[in-house]
C-alpha cells in the first residue's frame, strides 16, 4: 500500500513519502526548495578564504565600521597578567578570544594536537564538572580552568583517550568512531575520584552568523517547538529557557541553547579571568590562586574591562558577515542537496527563518536595527533534541544539564559557515566536543531523534552519501 503524507514549511517544501521500513522511511522524491545561496540577507558575504567568517557584513559603516574594529581588536588582542595590559588570570582557558575562536571560528582542538591540556597558555576548549547529583564542587565551579599565569598553579590538566571502533555501511565500506575518555589530573585542591565526576569537554563553536541569530523572531521559535512532533521519525524539538538576573528568556546560543545572549561579560569573566561590571569577582574567589595572583603582582582593586569595550565586542560579534553558499549549480551539490531533504535532515536543520523587525540590542543598550526584517538559511531550528544515550559504543549524552537541557539533548547546531572551517581553521573536527574528525563521522555519532536520519543517510549508496556530503560543504 502507498501512502503519501505531506508537510508544509513556510509554504515551500512540499514532500512526498513513499512506503517505509524498520529503520526509517525510505524516500522516492522530494521538491528541493531554490535560492538558498544568500545565506543571511543583508549580511551575507561573498567570501570563501580563511577570513570568510571574520569580515565585517556589507551594511556596516560610519560608527559601526569603526566599533567594528575596536571590537576586532579587543576579540583578538593578547591579555596578559599585567593589570593595564588587560587583567588575564589569575586562572583562565584562554589568553583571548581569538586564541579559541581563530579567524571568528574553532581554533583546532588541543585534544588532538596535544592529547588535552595545551602547552600553549591555551587549551581551546572548556571542560565542565559536575557531581554526578549535579552539584557543582566547592574549590572549583562549573569550569575547570586549566591554564594559569606564571607562578599559579592551574585548578587541573585534562587528558584524553581515544578508543577506536570500526563500523560498515550497507555496502561495505568502513568508518571510524573515535570515542573520547576524559580523565582530570593534577587537581589543585581536593582529588576528585572518578566516579564521583561527570566531566564535558566542548570545543569552540564558530562564530557564524551569532547576529542573525540573537535577531531571531522567537515567536518563530517556540512555533517550531510547538510543530516539531514528527513522530514517524521520533523527533520532537523544545526550547530552552534560561532565568538570569531574575528574567526569563529563551536561550539561542551555546551548544545546549544554555544562554540568551552572546556572553560576552561571561567569557571575558570564565574563559580569562577578566572582571567586569557583570562578573566583578574573580572566577577563582577564595581559592589559593588569588594569594598567588598577588604574589605575581596581580592586583584587585579595579575591573580588568570596560562595559564600553565588551559592547564593542559584543558589536563585533553581531556585525560579521555570513558566507554565501558556493557551488550551488554543481550537480553533485544539487544532487547531495535533494538526499539532505530525502534523509529528513531539514527537520532539525531548518532552512529558513526570519529575523524580527527591530533587529538586535546589545549589551550595553545600542541597537543594531539592519539586522531586522532578514530572510535567513541558518540550517538549524535552534531547539534541543535528545540525541542519544551511548548504546553499542554510540551516543551523545554528556550527563551536563544546563537550564532546561538534561544531559542528552542539544541544540541543533546551525550549518552555515561549516563546509569552510577547513579553510578557515584547517580542521574537520565537529561535534560538541571535536570527535568526529569529518562530516560523515558527525553524522555516524548521531542517535535518539536523529536516528531515523542516520540510517537513511546509511542507507544510501556511496554515491548518494558522497554527493550529501558535498552539499554540506557547499553551506
Known sequence: MRRILKFLFYGFLPVALWG???????????????????????ATNFLASSKAYDFEAPWVSGIYSTRFNDGDGLYDDVRTSSN???????????????????????????????????????????????????AFFQNYGRVLHDQAIYGVKPEGKLSVKYNYQTFEFPDGETYELCKPTYT????????????????????????????????????EIEALAAKSNYPEYGISGRCNYISERGVTRLGLSGNKAQHADLT???????????????????????????????????????????????????????????????????????????????????????????????????????????????????????????MGSEIMGVGLNDNYVSGLARGNEWRTTPLWGIGLQEVVNGHTYFLHDGRARNLVEAIMWHGGEAEASKNLF????????DALIAFLNSL
Not at 564600553?308 to 558566507?323: Q, R, S
Open 20 to 42: 517505509c521500513h524498520k529503520e526509517g522511511i525510505d524516500q522516492q522524491y522530494v521538491e528541493v526548495p531554490d535560492g538558498y545561496a544568500l545565506s543571511a540577507g543583508t
Open 458 to 465: 546509511k542507507s544510501m549508496s556511496k554515491e548518494d552519501r
Open 264 to 386: 560576552v561579560e561571561l567569557g571575558f569573566s570564565s574563559d580569562m579571568g577578566v572582571t567586569n561590571s557583570r562578573y566583578p569577582e574573580e572566577i577563582c574567589e577564595g581559592q589559593i590562586q588569588m594569594d598567588q595572583g598577588s604574589m605575581m603582582g596581580l592586583s584587585y582593586d579595579q575591573l580588568d574591562v570596560s562595559t564600553e569595550d565588551m559592547e564593542d565586542v559584543d558589536l563585533y560579534m553581531h556585525c560579521l558577515g555570513v558566507p554565501a553558499r558556493r557551488n550551488v549549480n554543481d550537480v553533485q551539490v544539487q544532487k547531495g542537496e535533494q538526499k539532505f531533504y530525502e534523509a529528513k535532515c531539514h527537520l532539525c536543520h531548518v532552512t529558513t527563518l526570519h529575523t524580527k523587525t527591530r533587529g538586535a540590542t546589545l549589551l550595553n543598550g545600542t541597537e543594531l536595527p539592519w539586522l531586522g526584517n532578514q530572510t535567513i538559511h541558518p540550517y538549524s531550528d535552534f531547539l534541543l533534541h535528545d
Open 84 to 134: 593595564q595590559d588587560g587583567g588575564l588570570g589569575p586562572v583562565y582557558a584562554g589568553y583571548s578570544c581569538g586564541s579559541c575562536h581563530r579567524n571568528a571560528g574553532r581554533t583546532k582542538p588541543t585534544l588532538w594536537s596535544d592529547g588535552g591540556s595545551g602547552n600553549y597558555g591555551f587549551s581551546s576548549m572548556l571542560v565542565y564538572i559536575t557531581r554526578k547529583n549535579g
Open 184 to 219: 582530570i589530573t593534577e587537581w589543585y585542591a581536593d582529588s576528585i575520584r572518578p566516579e564521583d565526576l561527570f566531566c564535558s569537554v566542548r570545543i569552540p563553536l564558530r562564530h557564524v552568523g551569532m547576529g542573525q541569530m540573537m535577531a531571531l523572531d522567537q515567536t
